[in-house]
C-alpha cells in the first residue's frame, strides 16, 4: 500500500495539460479530472509495489483503461490510499499467428475512512511474436 | 458551473462535436510533465528511431484525457461513476482530434435515479479512432428533467 497525496497544483496542472476549465479543477470544490488518477501510478507508486508482468516491453501497448468512481471524482487536498495488483491474466491469439498477452493492472484507491474511493484498471497488450520472426 | 446536467437526457442526444489540436510536441510534453509519463517514445526522436518507429508519437492518455474533457464539459464531473477508454490508434505529431459522444442508453431505477450510458470517440483526422470509450453517469430524481 503506498499513499499519494491529491495535490490542488497538480490536480490544476493535470486540467491544463487536457484542456478541462480550470474552474472545477482548483479552489475551494476542486475535484480532479476523470483520468487524474494516472498520476499514482506514474509518479508515486514505489519499485516494490509495482506490479510485475514478464512481458517483452518492446512489443507491449496500453490497450485500455478506466476508473470506476463510487462517489464520483475524488475532491483535491485529500490523501489516498493505493494498493496495486494484477487483477487478471490471458491471451488469445493474435491475428496473424503467435499469441497476444493481456494484463489489467487494477489499483484500488482508499480514503482516510477507509471508503473506496476510486478503482483504475490499467490493461496492457503484448503483442505476439510471429512464428519465424527474428526477435 | 453546474456539475451535474439537468435537463432532459434521451437515448441519441449528442453533444457538439469538438476538436483538440492540432497536437504538437509541447503539448505532448505537457502532458508528459503533468502525468508522470516520461516514456521517451513520446518525446525522443532518437529513441523513438531506435524502436522502429517514424516519430515521436502522442501518449494515449493525452487524447483519453482530452475525451474525458469533451464528456465533463458536457454532463459535469460530480456525477460520473466511470470512464473506460479503449485505445485504437496511436495519434502524432499535427493530427487534429475530433470527439464526439452520443447517449447509448437511460435507465431510470425505483428510486428515480438516472443511470446514463455515453458512448465517445475520438477520431483522428483521418476518420480513424484514435480513443473509443464510455462515460456513467447517474442523476438524482430531481435533475430538473422533464
Same mark, same amino acid.
Given at each position: 500500500m503506498f499513499e499519494v497525496p491529491?495535490?490542488?497544483?497538480?490536480?490544476?496542472?493535470? /486540467?491544463?495539460?487536457?484542456?478541462?476549465?480550470?474552474?472545477?479543477?482548483?479552489?475551494?470544490?476542486?475535484?480532479?479530472? =476523470?483520468?487524474?488518477l494516472?498520476t499514482a501510478g506514474l509518479a508515486w507508486e514505489p519499485a516494490e509495489e509495482q506490479a510485475v508482468? !514478464?512481458?517483452?516491453?518492446? #512489443?507491449?501497448?496500453?490497450?485500455?483503461?478506466?476508473?470506476?468512481?463510487? /462517489?464520483?471524482? =475524488?475532491?483535491?487536498?485529500?490523501t489516498l490510499s493505493v494498493t496495486t495488483r494484477v487483477?487478471?491474466?490471458?491471451?488469445? =491469439?493474435?491475428?496473424?499467428?503467435?499469441?497476444?498477452?493481456?494484463?489489467?493492472v487494477?489499483r484500488e484507491f482508499? !480514503?482516510?475512512?477507509?471508503?473506496?474511493?476510486?478503482?483504475q #484498471?490499467?490493461?496492457?497488450?503484448?503483442?505476439?511474436?510471429?512464428?519465424?520472426?527474428?526477435? | 458551473?453546474?456539475?451535474?446536467?439537468?435537463?432532459? *437526457?434521451?437515448?441519441? %442526444?449528442?453533444?457538439?462535436?469538438?476538436?483538440?489540436?492540432?497536437? $504538437?510536441?509541447?503539448? @505532448?510534453?505537457?502532458?508528459?510533465?503533468?502525468?508522470g509519463?516520461?516514456?521517451?517514445?513520446?518525446?525522443?526522436?532518437?529513441?523513438?528511431?531506435?524502436?522502429?518507429?517514424?516519430?515521436?508519437?502522442?501518449?494515449?492518455?493525452?487524447?483519453?484525457?482530452?475525451?474525458?474533457?469533451?464528456? +465533463?464539459?458536457?454532463?459535469?464531473?460530480?456525477?460520473?461513476?466511470?470512464?473506460?477508454?479503449?485505445?485504437?490508434?496511436?495519434?502524432? *505529431?499535427?493530427?487534429?482530434? +475530433?470527439? +464526439?459522444? $452520443?447517449?447509448?442508453?437511460?435507465?431510470? %431505477?425505483?428510486?428515480?435515479?438516472?443511470? @446514463?450510458?455515453?458512448?465517445?470517440?475520438? %477520431?483522428?483526422?483521418?476518420?480513424?479512432?484514435?480513443? $473509443?470509450?464510455?462515460? +456513467?453517469?447517474?442523476?438524482?430524481? %430531481?435533475?430538473?428533467?422533464?
Amino acid at each position: 500500500m503506498f499513499e499519494v497525496p491529491i495535490e490542488p497544483g497538480k490536480v490544476r496542472e493535470f /486540467a491544463l495539460a487536457v484542456e478541462a476549465p480550470t474552474e472545477r479543477h482548483y479552489g475551494p470544490d476542486a475535484v480532479v479530472t =476523470p483520468t487524474f488518477l494516472t498520476t499514482a501510478g506514474l509518479a508515486w507508486e514505489p519499485a516494490e509495489e509495482q506490479a510485475v508482468l !514478464d512481458f517483452d516491453l518492446t #512489443r507491449t501497448l496500453h490497450g485500455s483503461e478506466e476508473y470506476e468512481f463510487p /462517489a464520483g471524482p =475524488p475532491r483535491a487536498g485529500q490523501t489516498l490510499s493505493v494498493t496495486t495488483r494484477v487483477e487478471k491474466q490471458f491471451e488469445r =491469439p493474435g491475428e496473424r499467428g503467435g499469441r497476444l498477452r493481456f494484463a489489467v493492472v487494477a489499483r484500488e484507491f482508499r !480514503d482516510a475512512a477507509g471508503d473506496l474511493v476510486a478503482v483504475q #484498471r490499467s490493461t496492457a497488450i503484448e503483442l505476439g511474436d510471429v512464428p519465424g520472426k527474428e526477435s | 458551473m453546474a456539475t451535474i446536467a439537468t435537463g432532459a *437526457l434521451e437515448v441519441g %442526444d449528442s453533444a457538439p462535436a469538438r476538436e483538440f489540436g492540432p497536437i $504538437t510536441r509541447t503539448a @505532448i510534453v505537457r502532458y508528459a510533465g503533468a502525468s508522470g509519463d516520461f516514456n521517451p517514445l513520446h518525446h525522443d526522436d532518437e529513441f523513438a528511431a531506435v524502436a522502429g518507429f517514424p516519430a515521436v508519437f502522442s501518449i494515449g492518455m493525452l487524447q483519453g484525457g482530452y475525451l474525458a474533457t469533451f464528456v +465533463t464539459d458536457w454532463l459535469g464531473v460530480d456525477g460520473l461513476r466511470r470512464y473506460a477508454m479503449r485505445f485504437r490508434e496511436q495519434v502524432w *505529431l499535427g493530427d487534429v482530434l +475530433t470527439c +464526439t459522444g $452520443t447517449i447509448a442508453a437511460v435507465e431510470i %431505477d425505483d428510486s428515480g435515479e438516472e443511470t @446514463i450510458e455515453v458512448e465517445l470517440a475520438c %477520431d483522428r483526422q483521418t476518420g480513424a479512432p484514435a480513443v $473509443t470509450a464510455t462515460a +456513467t453517469y447517474v442523476r438524482p430524481a %430531481d435533475s430538473g428533467r422533464s
